[in-house]
């Protein structure tokens, strides 16, 4: 088969043998091929949401940058969200996801990290679940740690949470919430627990946000 005439789910991948990791000698094509055949497991976690990315258009070891905006003329066909963004007074069309197709296409686009919004697309002033962001400046073993302090107070509170790894180094704290919970809410709820956390473990947490 030519590289021409590589599809996935449909969608024809450009430059399919473009190795993005290149140590492992994984290609573009690979990549496409995985998130095609994990999509029965992530579409629940991905339909009707509005999705973000890190396009690395040359790979893993190629410039990375974070992408939200996808103009309707882009691939991936598909519907879009278009949100006023509130820095820039701008509107931003965010890809909503729902489809195979859809997936890959963003795939061939370049995206290898898919980040979902905590909200859906159709009730966007709701939110699913509290997400925590355990961002170590050294070593996963701190995240941990972190994860495992903040599993405690959200245990006491009998919030129920699954930690996910994020990146190299990092760890994510999802805590699921009942429906109808608004994005003040929210905010407001995970603001208490981030303070109580810093008020336990002021040497390994805190609540600010460091400048570059």
């Known amino acids: ?11 024809a991948i450009s430059n399919p043998d ?56 882009w691939q991936p066909a ?21 489809s195979r197709a859809t997936q890959v296409g963003m795939v061939n686009l370049g995206c290898i990290a898919i980040h979902v919004m905590t909200s859906r697309a159709k009730t966007m002033h709701e939110v699913d679940w509290l997400a925590f962001d355990m961002d170590p400046p050294e070593s996963f073993a701190d995240a941990a740690r972190a994860g495992l302090a903040l599993r405690k107070v959200l245990d006491e509170a009998k919030v129920v949470s699954y930690p996910k790894t994020s990146g190299s180094k990092g760890l994510h ?17 995970a603001v208490a627990f981030g303070e109580e956390l810093a008020r336990r473990e002021p040497k390994l947490v805190t609540v600010e946000f460091s400048k570059a």
């Open 1 to 11: 088969m030519s590289a021409e005439a590589v599809k996935v789910a449909g969608v």
């Open 18 to 73: 473009k190795v993005w990791w290149p140590e492992e000698g994984i290609t573009k094509a690979d990549i496409a091929r995985f998130y095609d055949g994990i999509w029965s497991h992530v579409a629940p976690w991905m339909r009707d949401r509005p999705l973000t990315a890190e396009r690395c258009p040359d790979g893993i070891l190629g410039g990375c940058f974070y992408r939200k905006d996808f103009p309707e003329h």
């Open 173 to 189: 704290v999802f805590a699921p919430l009942r429906a109808g919970v608004t994005q003040q809410e929210a905010t407001a709820i």
């Open 78 to 98: 598909g519907p879009r969200l278009v949100l006023r963004a509130a820095s820039t007074g701008k509107d931003v069309r965010y890809i909503v996801g729902g």
